[in-house]
């Protein structure tokens, strides 16, 4: 399981317009990540993070036409990190 954060910039949407999409989307989402937590950073960017189980099925999600056609309506642009736990 991976441990992902992302953060999501919207050039042409609100915070609010955008998680009321996402929050949409939630039972596809839920076949491939869950412990989701999303924050809001300001009107125009917000940060996740999630347990990816299936990273496959996130990358196809991202490479879905539908996935596109939203992602340009709303101006998005997502960063995607694996995070790793901290040597100690």
Excluded at 9 to 35: I, P, V
Excluded at 50 to 62: I, R, T
Aim: glycine share 4%; proline share 3%; charged share 30%.
């Amino acid at each position: 399981m991976l441990n992902t954060m992302v953060i999501i910039k919207m050039n042409n949407c609100t915070y609010d317009e955008w998680k009321k999409a996402f929050d949409a989307d939630s039972a596809s989402d839920a076949e491939f990540m869950r412990d989701v937590i999303v924050g809001k950073v300001d009107d125009h960017t917000a940060i996740c993070s999630m347990d990816v189980f299936d990273p496959e099925k996130m990358q196809a999600m991202f490479e879905d036409p539908e996935m596109k056609k939203i992602e340009e309506e709303m101006g998005l642009v997502h960063e995607v990190y694996q995070l790793q736990p901290m040597q100690g």
